[in-house]
Protein backbone atom coordinates (compact mmCIF):
# COMPACT_ATOMS: atom_id res chain seq x y z
CA UNK A 1 0.00 0.00 0.00
CA UNK A 2 1.23 3.59 -0.77
CA UNK A 3 -0.82 4.95 2.07
CA UNK A 4 -1.00 8.52 1.11
CA UNK A 5 0.33 10.40 -1.57
CA UNK A 6 0.45 14.38 -2.44
CA UNK A 7 1.43 15.74 -5.86
CA UNK A 8 3.46 17.76 -6.90
CA UNK A 9 6.14 17.55 -4.10
CA UNK A 10 7.65 21.37 -4.82
CA UNK A 11 5.60 24.56 -6.75
CA UNK A 12 6.46 27.96 -7.45
CA UNK A 13 3.87 30.25 -8.15
CA UNK A 14 3.62 33.88 -8.79
CA UNK A 15 1.01 36.08 -7.01
CA UNK A 16 -2.22 35.67 -8.34
CA UNK A 17 -1.50 32.03 -9.94
CA UNK A 18 -4.14 29.14 -9.41
CA UNK A 19 -3.16 25.97 -8.16
CA UNK A 20 -4.38 22.39 -6.84
CA UNK A 21 -2.86 20.32 -4.63
CA UNK A 22 -3.54 16.62 -4.92
CA UNK A 23 -4.27 13.93 -2.18
CA UNK A 24 -5.28 10.45 -2.57
CA UNK A 25 -5.34 7.81 0.22
CA UNK A 26 -5.41 3.95 -0.41
CA UNK A 27 -6.57 3.25 3.00
CA UNK A 28 -10.41 2.67 2.94
CA UNK A 29 -9.73 5.86 5.25
CA UNK A 30 -13.28 7.88 5.57
CA UNK A 31 -11.81 11.20 7.01
CA UNK A 32 -9.42 13.38 5.57
CA UNK A 33 -7.70 16.43 6.03
CA UNK A 34 -5.69 19.19 4.99
CA UNK A 35 -2.97 21.35 7.18
CA UNK A 36 -0.48 24.09 6.66
CA UNK A 37 2.50 23.92 8.28
CA UNK A 38 4.50 27.21 9.10
CA UNK A 39 7.80 27.98 11.85
CA UNK A 40 6.90 27.94 14.59
CA UNK A 41 2.75 27.58 13.91
CA UNK A 42 2.70 24.03 13.83
CA UNK A 43 0.26 22.13 11.90
CA UNK A 44 -2.70 24.06 11.16
CA UNK A 45 -6.40 22.37 10.24
CA UNK A 46 -7.75 24.14 6.54
CA UNK A 47 -10.43 22.25 6.27
CA UNK A 48 -11.66 18.45 6.76
CA UNK A 49 -13.88 16.01 5.10
CA UNK A 50 -14.84 13.45 7.56
CA UNK A 51 -16.84 11.41 5.33
CA UNK A 52 -17.42 11.45 1.54
CA UNK A 53 -19.64 14.21 0.66
CA UNK A 54 -19.08 16.32 3.29
CA UNK A 55 -16.30 19.13 3.92
CA UNK A 56 -15.90 21.65 7.08
CA UNK A 57 -14.05 24.69 7.60
CA UNK A 58 -10.74 24.23 9.91
CA UNK A 59 -8.72 27.04 11.71
CA UNK A 60 -7.37 28.49 8.21
CA UNK A 61 -9.47 28.40 5.61
CA UNK A 62 -9.98 31.84 4.00
CA UNK A 63 -8.54 31.54 0.67
CA UNK A 64 -8.40 27.94 -0.05
CA UNK A 65 -10.96 25.63 -1.43
CA UNK A 66 -11.56 21.64 -1.06
CA UNK A 67 -13.29 18.96 -2.74
CA UNK A 68 -13.44 15.49 -1.53
CA UNK A 69 -13.68 14.16 -5.45
CA UNK A 70 -14.25 10.91 -4.04
CA UNK A 71 -13.58 8.19 -0.71
CA UNK A 72 -9.92 8.16 -1.94
CA UNK A 73 -9.12 11.72 -3.18
CA UNK A 74 -9.20 15.19 -1.31
CA UNK A 75 -7.96 17.97 -3.66
CA UNK A 76 -6.89 21.97 -1.95
CA UNK A 77 -7.44 24.46 -4.34
CA UNK A 78 -5.60 28.08 -4.70
CA UNK A 79 -7.45 30.16 -6.69
CA UNK A 80 -5.39 33.32 -6.14
CA UNK A 81 -2.23 32.75 -4.79
CA UNK A 82 -1.02 34.80 -1.76
CA UNK A 83 2.82 35.32 -0.81
CA UNK A 84 0.85 34.58 3.01
CA UNK A 85 0.10 31.24 1.63
CA UNK A 86 3.92 30.13 1.32
CA UNK A 87 3.99 26.63 3.51
CA UNK A 88 4.04 23.33 3.70
CA UNK A 89 1.15 21.62 3.03
CA UNK A 90 0.32 18.32 4.42
CA UNK A 91 -2.69 15.92 3.79
CA UNK A 92 -3.84 12.78 6.07
CA UNK A 93 -6.18 10.96 6.70
CA UNK A 94 -7.58 8.24 9.10
CA UNK A 95 -10.38 5.80 9.92
CA UNK A 96 -13.18 8.12 12.10
CA UNK A 97 -11.49 9.36 15.05
CA UNK A 98 -8.56 6.89 15.02
CA UNK A 99 -4.50 7.51 13.94
CA UNK A 100 -4.26 10.34 10.93
CA UNK A 101 -1.99 9.18 8.52
CA UNK A 102 -0.11 11.95 6.81
CA UNK A 103 1.19 12.72 3.27
CA UNK A 104 4.76 13.39 2.33
CA UNK A 105 3.59 17.22 1.92
CA UNK A 106 4.38 19.67 -0.73
CA UNK A 107 6.62 22.95 -0.45
CA UNK A 108 4.60 25.60 -2.24
CA UNK A 109 6.39 29.33 -2.65
CA UNK A 110 4.90 31.89 -3.35
CA UNK A 111 6.51 35.35 -4.73
CA UNK B 1 -13.03 25.01 19.93
CA UNK B 2 -10.17 22.99 21.99
CA UNK B 3 -6.46 25.12 22.83
CA UNK B 4 -3.54 23.44 22.89
CA UNK B 5 -0.34 24.70 24.42
CA UNK B 6 2.68 22.97 24.39
CA UNK B 7 6.40 23.69 26.16
CA UNK B 8 9.05 23.92 25.73
CA UNK B 9 9.45 25.21 22.01
CA UNK B 10 13.08 23.77 22.11
CA UNK B 11 14.92 21.38 24.33
CA UNK B 12 18.56 20.45 24.29
CA UNK B 13 19.73 17.40 26.00
CA UNK B 14 22.58 15.47 26.20
CA UNK B 15 22.77 11.58 25.18
CA UNK B 16 21.35 9.25 27.68
CA UNK B 17 19.45 11.84 29.52
CA UNK B 18 15.56 11.89 29.78
CA UNK B 19 13.82 14.51 27.68
CA UNK B 20 9.99 15.88 28.94
CA UNK B 21 7.55 17.81 26.91
CA UNK B 22 4.75 19.35 28.34
CA UNK B 23 1.22 20.09 26.65
CA UNK B 24 -2.18 21.66 28.18
CA UNK B 25 -5.50 21.61 26.86
CA UNK B 26 -8.34 23.74 27.68
CA UNK B 27 -11.90 21.08 26.71
CA UNK B 28 -12.47 19.36 29.48
CA UNK B 29 -14.47 16.90 26.96
CA UNK B 30 -10.91 16.34 24.94
CA UNK B 31 -10.76 12.34 25.06
CA UNK B 32 -7.56 11.57 22.76
CA UNK B 33 -4.04 12.50 23.23
CA UNK B 34 -1.36 11.53 20.22
CA UNK B 35 1.91 12.64 20.07
CA UNK B 36 3.59 12.90 16.22
CA UNK B 37 7.38 12.78 15.89
CA UNK B 38 8.67 14.83 12.54
CA UNK B 39 12.20 14.30 11.73
CA UNK B 40 13.68 17.12 9.43
CA UNK B 41 11.95 16.90 5.94
CA UNK B 42 9.27 14.49 6.46
CA UNK B 43 5.79 13.82 7.48
CA UNK B 44 4.44 13.78 10.93
CA UNK B 45 4.15 9.69 12.15
CA UNK B 46 2.46 8.72 15.43
CA UNK B 47 4.67 7.99 17.99
CA UNK B 48 2.08 7.49 21.07
CA UNK B 49 -1.30 8.06 21.93
CA UNK B 50 -3.47 8.02 25.45
CA UNK B 51 -7.00 7.88 25.57
CA UNK B 52 -8.91 9.46 28.35
CA UNK B 53 -9.72 6.77 30.51
CA UNK B 54 -5.91 5.66 31.30
CA UNK B 55 -3.62 7.87 33.13
CA UNK B 56 0.04 5.99 31.92
CA UNK B 57 0.95 4.46 28.62
CA UNK B 58 4.65 3.03 27.79
CA UNK B 59 6.26 1.61 24.93
CA UNK B 60 9.66 1.17 25.13
CA UNK B 61 11.97 4.74 25.91
CA UNK B 62 8.66 6.87 25.40
CA UNK B 63 5.46 7.13 28.03
CA UNK B 64 3.26 9.45 27.81
CA UNK B 65 1.19 10.90 30.91
CA UNK B 66 -2.42 12.51 31.11
CA UNK B 67 -4.16 14.47 34.33
CA UNK B 68 -7.07 14.93 33.58
CA UNK B 69 -8.11 17.08 36.35
CA UNK B 70 -5.10 19.71 35.34
CA UNK B 71 -5.81 19.62 31.52
CA UNK B 72 -2.26 18.53 30.41
CA UNK B 73 -0.35 15.82 29.48
CA UNK B 74 3.46 14.95 28.33
CA UNK B 75 5.89 13.24 26.87
CA UNK B 76 9.03 10.91 28.46
CA UNK B 77 11.83 9.92 26.47
CA UNK B 78 14.19 8.47 28.68
CA UNK B 79 17.92 7.07 27.77
CA UNK B 80 17.91 9.78 24.63
CA UNK B 81 19.74 9.22 21.48
CA UNK B 82 20.56 11.24 18.75
CA UNK B 83 18.15 9.58 16.28
CA UNK B 84 15.50 11.27 18.87
CA UNK B 85 16.57 14.30 17.98
CA UNK B 86 13.03 15.88 15.94
CA UNK B 87 10.17 17.98 16.08
CA UNK B 88 7.75 16.67 18.16
CA UNK B 89 3.86 17.99 18.29
CA UNK B 90 0.83 16.89 20.63
CA UNK B 91 -2.63 17.60 20.16
CA UNK B 92 -5.79 16.62 21.46
CA UNK B 93 -8.89 15.57 20.21
CA UNK B 94 -12.38 17.72 21.40
CA UNK B 95 -15.37 15.87 21.86
CA UNK B 96 -17.22 17.32 19.17
CA UNK B 97 -19.39 15.16 17.56
CA UNK B 98 -20.75 14.41 14.33
CA UNK B 99 -18.85 16.40 11.15
CA UNK B 100 -15.98 17.39 13.49
CA UNK B 101 -15.47 13.56 14.70
CA UNK B 102 -11.79 13.02 14.51
CA UNK B 103 -10.74 16.14 14.43
CA UNK B 104 -7.77 17.20 16.11
CA UNK B 105 -5.83 20.05 17.42
CA UNK B 106 -2.08 20.57 17.60
CA UNK B 107 0.45 22.21 19.92
CA UNK B 108 3.24 24.19 18.27
CA UNK B 109 5.64 21.81 18.44
CA UNK B 110 9.12 20.95 20.33
CA UNK B 111 12.25 20.79 18.72
CA UNK B 112 14.56 18.23 20.87
CA UNK B 113 17.91 18.06 19.90
CA UNK B 114 19.81 15.06 21.60
CA UNK B 115 24.04 15.81 21.65
CA UNK B 116 26.50 12.79 21.39
Known amino acids: NAGVTQTPKFQVLK ?19 WYRQDPGMGLRLIYYSASEGTTDKGEVPNGYNVSRLNKREFSL ?21 DEQFFGPGTRLTVL | GENVEQHP ?20 ASNYFPWYKQELGKRPQLIID ?5 GEKKDQRIAVTLNKTAKHFSLHITETQPEDSAVYFCAARGADRGSTLGRLYFGRGTQLT ?3
Open chain 2, 114 to 116: VWP
Open chain 2, 50 to 54: IRSNV
Open chain 2, 9 to 28: STLSVQEGDSAVIKCTYSDS
Open chain 1, 77 to 97: RLESAAPSQTSVYFCASSWGA
Open chain 1, 15 to 33: TGQSMTLQCAQDMNHNSMY
